[in-house]
Structures are given as structure tokens and as C-alpha cells.
């Protein structure tokens, strides 16, 4: 089992920066590639970026290329999502995901879960 529990979500002006934060623990952290998805009101949970286990080779969707960069920290546990330029539409509740082999964007293949911390964008 991996348990993770997310922070570093919260209110912030369109234009403005967050970084969230996943800290795992469990079973061996560097074994597992690591993502974050976000989930809107209304709207089905996508994946917005993710990270494999050595921090070597990153994916992120289109719609947050060259604002957000996700990161991780084998010595701590922990993968980092940093969130610039932030816009409205990134209003949603993001969530920390870990999955063992092969990279994948599909929400099925995640099997750990984090509870979900809450991102504001205001216009």
C-alpha cells in the first residue's frame, strides 16, 4: 500500500503561483511514477502531468505546457507540482496518483490515490 496525501492548494488571483505538494509513504517510493490530475466541478478527472520514478522523463497535458512543472524528491517522499501563470480554468481539485510500470495518462492504471486539495483561480 502507498498512502499520499496532497497539500499546498488554495486561493490565488489569476496570474499567480502555487506549488502543491504529495507526500508519500508505504511501500518504496522511487518505485512508483507519480502524476497529478485535477478535477473541475461538473467535469471528469484529467491528468495534468506526471513524473517517472527517477524524475528523468516528465508528460504534461497541453493545456498547462510552460506553466506547471512537476518534480519529486526520492530522499523525501515527495513530488511537487509548481503552478505558474495560473489561470481560471485551473480552478479544480487536484489529486496525487502513483502507479507501478509503464507510463500511462488513463486515470484506471493509477492505483493509489491521494485525497484531493482544493485550487481557486480567481479572475
Known amino acids: 500500500q502507498v498512502q499520499l496525501v496532497e497539500s499546498g492548494g488554495g486561493l490565488v488571483q489569476a496570474g499567480g503561483s502555487l506549488r502543491l505538494s504529495c507526500a508519500a509513504s508505504?511501500?518504496?517510493?522511487?518505485?512508483?511514477?507519480m502524476a497529478w490530475f485535477r478535477q473541475a466541478p461538473g467535469r471528469e478527472r484529467r491528468i495534468v502531468a506526471a513524473?517517472?520514478?527517477?524524475?528523468?522523463?516528465?508528460y504534461y497535458a497541453d493545456s498547462v505546457k510552460g506553466r506547471f512543472t512537476i518534480s519529486r524528491d526520492n530522499a523525501k517522499n515527495t513530488v511537487y507540482l509548481q503552478m505558474n501563470s495560473l489561470e481560471p480554468d485551473d480552478t479544480a481539485v487536484y489529486y496525487c496518483?502513483?502507479?507501478?510500470?509503464?507510463?500511462?495518462?488513463?486515470?484506471?492504471?493509477?492505483?493509489?490515490w491521494g485525497q484531493g486539495t482544493q485550487v481557486t483561480v480567481s479572475s
Open positions: 496518483a502513483a502507479k507501478s510500470g509503464s507510463h500511462s495518462t488513463a486515470l484506471a492504471a493509477y492505483n493509489y
Open positions: 508505504g511501500r518504496t517510493f522511487s518505485d512508483f511514477r
Open positions: 513524473i517517472n520514478s527517477n524524475g528523468g522523463t516528465t
